[in-house]
């Protein structure tokens, strides 16, 4: 009777604890995503690769792109319903009405999450191109109960970093409570010697890396740390004038980053769109890392001693700089994702930057939070004809709310990249990632 009773408590427990309530999801009335996803410390958070649909048909292409992802997360022990964000990348051209793609995106969008309460928070973009010829591609985060890595792998490389056995380079699933590491998008050095310009995609992919790789050791992480890399290339044009992005350039600079390196190559999502290609810049890559110390950089120093790390994010990057170039953020740390943020009216990027920068504020004052929240925003830009007065100007309204002396000195990391077309024509569209107790 007494082993009875043990195992009717244990059963009871496992079954408290995967049905715990590890993310609060703020819907958005009248649209088919979520404006805003909370998710609690002690939930697993895992972060996805980026899923391909080749079909030529965007509705269906998503639709595989979703299976593949809830066939890998099925794998994990993971379910759909535990998904918060998703950034959707479709095929599409400069000019182009995505209005049609669009519709076809949600409608997939809405059938693979309509078993969930609420559907996640979303981000979508027109993009130039994808690996394998694909018309759509997706990334997810994923919020799953702490329990959910009883099934999952540990990674070896740090002792808080999971996978599934036979899924280790589609996810990683990080334990509750864990410190994490985000930086900005950053960009290639120049080749050395006057005039070299920036080099090829595979020269410029193994000076990003080695930059991060730079960031990683500034923070005593290394590559086996790393939870999830986004990479950003831009087309550049051939001498015949069409726009091809050199996809093998790159992984060939990846597979090569990764050859000396005994941790398992992390989850990678990809896409190609105008970006900085006007500079001569075709690579823009982005990290998250997972501290194996759970308390990661947080360990005050002695009292009353400057440079104590503690409170929930630690910014680091040059005083002379609008955004900071890494951000630690506290294992205790509830995260907030927004969903990314077009405004309709305005007719000028400046203005179209000013209103969503707005509705984002008031989105986060829907859940308690304000500007100086934020550690990580991305901005995605429909730029025009005059690249450097756009940019300048989406600049001018990211200064209104972030690096300001008075009203708000916090500098976000911040990845902005010029993409190839956004939803209803928009000409920037705006995403965040908050932080709270």
């Known amino acids: 009777m007494r082993k009875l009773l043990l195992f009717a408590c244990f059963l009871f427990s496992s079954l408290t604890l995967f049905s715990e309530e590890v993310f609060k999801i703020t819907p958005l009335q009248g649209a088919a995503y979520s404006a805003a996803a909370t998710v609690d410390p002690m939930a697993t958070l895992v972060f996805t690769k980026s899923y391909a649909g080749l079909d030529k048909n965007v509705g ?3 639709r595989d792109a979703f299976d593949a992802l809830a066939s890998d997360l099925k794998a994990a022990g ?10 959707g990348y479709l095929l599409a051209e400069k000019g182009e009405d995505m209005g049609e793609r669009m519709a076809d995106w949600s409608e997939a969008f809405s059938e693979a999450f309509a078993e969930n309460e609420a559907p996640p928070t979303r981000t979508t973009i027109g993009v130039a191109s994808l690996p394998e010829g694909a018309t759509v591609s997706l990334d997810a985060v994923v919020a799953a109960p702490a329990a959910a890595v009883a099934n999952l792998r540990e990674s070896g490389a740090n002792s808080r970093v999971f996978w599934a056995s036979d899924r280790r380079e589609s996810l990683r699933a990080v334990r509750p409570y864990s410190s994490l590491l985000i930086t900005s998008g950053v960009l290639a050095d120049g080749l050395p010697g006057e005039g070299n310009g920036f080099g090829s995609m595979a020269e410029q992919t193994a000076s990003v890396l080695a930059k991060l790789d730079a960031t990683l050791r500034d923070w005593g992480l290394n590559r086996g740390d790393l939870v999830f890399v986004r990479a950003m290339l831009s087309p550049v044009e051939s ?10 350039g790159f992984e060939g600079a990846w597979k090569g980053f990764w050859e000396r390196t005994l941790a398992g190559t992390p989850p990678l ?11 001569g810049r075709i690579v823009e890559i982005e990290f998250y890392a997972a501290f194996p110390d759970a308390m990661g950089p947080f360990v005050p120093n002695t009292p009353g001693e400057e440079g104590s790390r503690d409170g929930l994010a630690w910014r680091e990057g040059a005083d002379s700089s609008f955004l900071s170039r890494s951000v630690a953020v506290a294992r205790d740390a509830k995260l907030t994702w927004f969903a990314g943020v077009i405004d309709r009216e305005e007719s000028a990027i400046y203005g179209q930057a ?3 920068l707005l509705t984002l504020e008031s989105r986060m004052a829907e859940v308690g939070l304000d500007y100086p929240n934020v550690v990580q925003l991305r901005a995605y830009l429909n730029i025009q004809d005059n690249f450097g007065m756009e940019f300048g100007e989406w600049n001018k ?15 976000p990391v911040r990845t902005a990249f010029p993409i190839e077309e956004l939803p209803a024509g928009a000409l920037i569209e705006v995403e965040a990632l908050a932080v709270s107790y």
């Open 78 to 87: 993971i379910s759909m319903e535990s998904v918060v964000n998703v950034r």
């Open 239 to 248: 001498e015949e004038g069409a726009r091809e992005t050199d996809f093998a």
């Open 354 to 356: 000013m209103q969503s």
């Open 397 to 411: 309204a990211y200064r209104r709310f972030f690096d300001h002396p008075k009203l708000n000195p916090e500098k």
């Open 60 to 62: 269906a292409a998503a």
């Open 269 to 279: 999502s990809v896409f190609s769109a105008p970006g900085f290609s006007t500079t």
